[in-house]
């Protein structure tokens, strides 16, 4: 039995997955800190594997998505010291199986690959993938497992975010949704505008992704929902066919086996 360790640096949080060959047997969230040193790195790393009684070194393999890169060579550093073993970091040379048919290449983050990846080998057919995370994030495949590019807007968090530190009178609210659209109270009408908002944009993106993707039949095209706000926003949105959160740790294990066989 192989046991990889998938590590997914991302803006906001850092998310961690154990599996036992092809089952994710644990996950980990962490924040994103910059500023700690290769050994506080590795101190957070370890004590949250051992939370759930996993040591770091009986992983076999590790695997890393990152589109922070002050952390990626941290990590990397960090992981191989714990684990014993020199992580595949995804980047170019790394063998991916998909097409890219973006202006450049490098410019695509490595998570979305990983993700049309993941989505590709999980559903199959003409795909559209949206992260809800520190952005929300359009991605587009074609039906043959080509990533033909996607689409980038602000993410809730960060809205809301700059709406407290950019007006006088407003607070901070939880991104939850209210019992109703029309806000009777200032705090409901910030949520009814995020989560209500948000859902009507996220919407009327699939319903062009779709059109674009497969003009004669967007109706036969697959919407899959992740990131770490996806299950909220399941709950307003009924494009969704599929919310899948470890869409990115899973797509770490495809890569990982498509570069050790």
Not at 44 to 61: I, Y
Not at 121 to 137: C, E, F, M, R, S
Not at 192 to 219: C, D, H, Q, W
Request: charged letters at 20%.
């Amino acid at each position: 039995m192989t046991s990889l360790l998938a590590v997914d640096i991302g803006n906001t949080n850092i998310t961690i997955g154990a599996f036992d060959d092809h089952e994710l047997t644990a996950t980990w969230r962490l924040a994103t800190r910059e500023t700690r040193t290769i050994d506080e790195h590795a101190w957070a790393l370890q004590g949250v594997l051992r939370s759930k009684n996993v040591e770091p070194d009986s992983f076999d393999a590790v695997v890393i998505c990152s589109v922070v890169p002050p952390l990626t060579e941290a990590y990397s550093e960090a992981l191989s010291t714990l684990t014993g073993h020199a992580p595949l970091v995804i980047g170019p040379g790394v063998r991916t199986g998909i097409r890219i048919h973006y202006d450049r290449t490098q410019d695509v983050g490595a998570d979305r690959i990983v993700d049309a990846i993941a989505a590709h080998h999980l559903y199959g057919g003409a795909l559209v993938i949206v992260d809800i995370g520190t952005a929300t994030v359009f991605d587009a495949v074609t039906a043959e497992g080509d990533y033909i590019g996607g689409a980038i807007a602000p993410g809730l968090q960060i809205a809301a975010d700059a709406m407290f530190r950019n007006t006088s009178q407003l607070r901070r609210v939880e991104l939850i949704a209210p019992d109703r659209v029309i806000g009777r109270s200032t705090v409901a009408s910030m949520q009814s505008g995020f989560v209500f908002g948000f859902a009507e944009l996220i919407e009327g993106m699939i319903a062009r992704f779709k059109t674009e993707l497969n003009p004669e039949a967007p109706g036969d095209v697959t919407v899959v929902a992740t990131g770490g706000l996806a299950k909220l926003m399941a709950g307003q949105i009924d494009s969704f066919d599929h919310v899948n959160p470890d869409l990115t740790l899973i797509g770490l294990r495809f890569v990982h086996e498509m570069n050790n066989t």
